[in-house]
């Protein structure tokens, strides 16, 4: 197989990236993994390599109680295996989401102890102090028990380093706690240094049918003097309680090396340590088999050799993050931006395994790559921005990922819409995927199969049997998806067609450059739909029912801050209002011209009903530029969301980062260009707040060597007004600017106003 689809640093190196700057210049010293733990942020500080398989978190949200815990994960239906607040802490988690709304995984838990064993996860938790975390590594002290904790992982595997005080020590592996919905597991001692298992994790978002087994072999550096596995027994009868002592209780397995399986099961190591002996543990991952992940922990971990680990953890972040180099005397403001671009490459994820294999989508079986398979794609945030981000900055990584949803239409039938490890969640709605194929091959990026990418487009878009527009129907027929009389049948009406009238609009676009005009035609008279749901007595998109009417009370501020409401999905009206990014004009029309277009927009954030936390509305501070005369309110606007929501705190996102989808926003809004359109190759402009920003353009996919944006005149603190734009030493006229001519090795100067 491909050494390529080893690691994410190997494809770099292939490609010959290895910028020298990145080796020169330590960009990891500007990431802070503490930004997105609170304010629902969803991010975790933990170990973890760019798109890795493997990640080594702290877990701190098993209980609440009187242990110091803020939050907890099963009460308030937490997906983050770590919360900023907390501080009882009971283990470490080596396969987790970041910036994900629904929980799973936050599974396969360490957990160092001393002393008398205990088995109970709230007994042997405990508090923690000097916490320090940098990509590729996370360290912390234990309060109860004196153990120095380090962690960090390769792409496969996780990688603990702990320091223990002279005495009894053990290492308990607990396979019964996690984020996961999902129950059940089993394991086995194969030696007194080595364990082997598997762990059920999925219903994603609670989807019952989303299940698989994640593999894990478990290496230590030094033999167990004892071991053992542990399992939770059922609560018993007076009868049977008065001759057993683990009622409702955990019950060790001293010596025990047969399967252990249950749905609260584990295992431990026993120690006596002198004063600062060192133990290591490897756990190697794969969703495929326990020979692959011991295969995987094999060839990424040949030896015990943990600073080299740290040291190739911060190497491989350094050639990602010193893709772009930004240069400010705001401290502040350079760790906001490289902790985004953190966490914009902490998602997607590998899935294959060393030798190629991992899980089938949507079917049994294996498959084998001799490239990268990514997974995790969170596409109804992703395609937004995060894609053309990707393929501007990263066109390698994206083309691979493009491919992946090539092939998981081959093996299921359909594109995916919110896959996780080979299994399709159907959380959110739309049809995401479409925009993203469009919008990477417009940018440049062409190595994939364009004419299975049209006829999944197609399938997407007009099979009545659909696995991605369930109501197809009557978005067919009628134009629009109309609500039931007792409510809505779906759910989200108006925005489901909303997303589809945006990828209508992007097929039309491929079927224009693929050569079908009446497929064009088609699309593109499709995708003008949303002016059905237009009511001009609100100027809102509005829900309809089935025979036209409207729907009746309609409130436009009703479904703020996520609470349930008919016709949208985390969303309202006024959220949703101007979500036609392929028609603006349209819309400008619609509302009666420009200037009561400006005062809605405006209105949509003087009255506080433009939702920073959110996806549907992101793009909206950019519409500004629509209109001449009128793109100052987008610089001041995207100026003052910045600081007022990001900043280099735990609570500095403003919300669930959605695998990197609000990062994605910060990242573009700092270097001054934003993708207002998924399939429009215009960036609107806005006042960059860097001096000067340089992106180190992939020559495999652009003709530019670099793209440099420079602002002029950012001296003085406070909101910045653009003056004028040269582009290469020439006046630009407008605030947009396309795609092929940021790629061409360009020189975007932007002057401000005194």
Not at 677 to 682: A, E, F, L
Request: charge should be negative; include cysteine.
């Amino acid at each position: 197989m491909s050494k390529i689809a080893y690691s994410i640093i190997a494809l770099l190196l292939s490609l010959g990236l290895s910028s020298s700057n990145a080796q020169v210049q330590d960009y990891t010293q500007y990431v802070n993994p503490f930004i997105g733990t609170s304010n629902y942020g969803a991010t975790h500080p933990g170990a973890i390599r760019p798109m890795g398989l493997a990640s080594v978190s702290p877990f701190n949200v098993a209980f609440k109680k009187d242990q110091g815990n803020v939050f907890e994960k099963d009460s308030e239906w937490h997906s983050r295996p770590y919360v900023n607040e907390n501080r009882f802490l009971t283990g470490f988690s080596h396969i987790n989401l970041s910036g994900v709304g629904c929980p799973d995984l936050g599974s396969i838990l360490l957990m160092p102890t001393t002393g008398k064993l205990q088995l109970d996860a709230e007994k042997y938790g405990t508090t923690y102090s000097d916490e320090k975390a940098s990509p590729g590594y996370y360290h912390l002290n234990l309060d109860e028990y004196g153990v120095k904790v380090e962690v960090s992982a390769s792409p496969r595997a996780g990688f603990s380093r702990y320091s223990f005080p002279g005495g009894e020590s053990n290492i308990i592996l607990n396979l019964g706690l996690g984020l996961t919905n999902e129950s059940g597991a089993a394991l086995k001692i194969v030696s007194d240094t080595e364990i082997e298992g598997y762990k059920l994790i999925g219903t994603f978002c609670y989807h019952p049918e989303d299940v698989r087994p994640v593999y894990f072999v478990a290496r230590f550096s030094k033999p167990a003097q004892k071991f053992g596995t542990f399992k939770k027994m059922p609560e018993m009868g007076e009868a049977e309680a008065s001759w057993s002592k683990y009622s409702n209780s955990y019950k060790p397995y001293l010596n025990y090396q047969q399967e252990m399986a249950g749905d609260n099961v584990g295992a431990f190591m026993q120690y006596q340590t002198e004063e600062g002996e060192v133990i290591e543990v490897q756990i190697g991952i794969s969703y495929v088999s326990v020979a692959n992940a011991r295969e995987n922990l094999n060839q990424e971990h040949p030896t015990f050799d943990f600073d080299k680990t740290v040291a190739d953890s911060k190497n491989e972040w350094n050639q990602l993050l010193g893709r772009i180099d930004v240069k400010s005397s705001s401290l502040a403001d350079k760790t906001i931006f490289y902790t985004g671009l953190y966490h914009v490459l902490m998602h997607p994820n590998l899935l294959q395994d060393v030798n190629g294999e991992y899980p089938l989508m949507g079917r049994p079986g294996i498959g084998k790559t001799d490239g990268n398979r990514f997974t995790v794609f969170s596409l109804w945030d992703t395609y937004r921005n995060v894609h053309p981000f990707l393929s501007l900055v990263y066109p390698e990584l994206q083309e691979d990922m493009v491919n992946t949803m090539l092939d998981i239409y081959d093996e299921s039938g359909w594109l995916p819409k919110w896959e996780l490890l080979g299994m399709e969640t159907q959380v959110m709605v739309g049809d995401p995927a479409t925009p993203v194929l469009v919008d990477t091959y417009l940018r440049g990026i062409k190595n994939f199969d364009t004419s299975k990418a049209f006829e999944a487009m197609k399938k997407s878009a007009t099979s009545m049997n659909n696995a991605i527009r369930p109501e197809i129907k009557f978005y067919d027929s009628l134009g629009y998806i109309p609500e039931d009389p007792a409510g809505s049948i779906w759910g989200g009406t108006v925005s489901s067609s909303l997303e589809y009238y945006i990828a209508d609009w992007n097929i039309a676009q491929f079927a224009k450059i693929l050569g079908y005009p009446k497929d064009y035609e088609y699309f593109t008279e499709r995708a003008k739909g949303y002016r059905n749901y237009f009511d001009t007595t609100t100027g809102m998109l509005r829900p309809r029912m089935m025979d036209g009417s409207w729907l009746k009370p309609f409130d436009p501020k009703a479904g703020a801050n996520f609470e349930p409401v008919i016709g949208y999905v985390e969303g309202n009206a006024w959220q949703y209002r101007f979500y036609v990014p392929h028609d603006i004009p349209g819309i400008i029309e619609l509302l009666g011209g420009i200037q009561n277009f400006i005062d809605a927009l405006q209105t949509c954030f003087d009255d506080n009903n433009f939702d920073m936390a959110n996806e549907p509305d992101i793009t909206y501070p950019f519409l500004f530029n629509f209109v001449e005369g009128e793109e100052w309110r987008s610089q001041k606007t995207v100026q003052e969301l910045v600081r007022k929501h990001y900043f280099n705190a735990p609570g500095g996102i403003p919300g669930n980062d959605d695998t990197g989808t609000l990062s994605t926003w910060l990242l573009f809004s700092m270097m001054g260009i934003y993708p207002h359109c998924p399939g429009d190759m215009t960036y609107a402009i806005t006042s960059p707040m860097f001096d000067e920003v340089t992106i180190n353009l992939n020559p495999k996919y652009y003709t530019g060597k670099q793209l440099k944006i420079k602002a002029n005149g950012r001296k003085n603190s406070g909101i910045k007004y653009i003056k004028s734009i040269a582009v290469n030493g020439k006046d630009h006229d407008g605030y947009f600017i396309d795609h092929q001519t940021l790629t061409e090795g360009t020189t975007l100067n932007i002057n401000f106003k005194k």
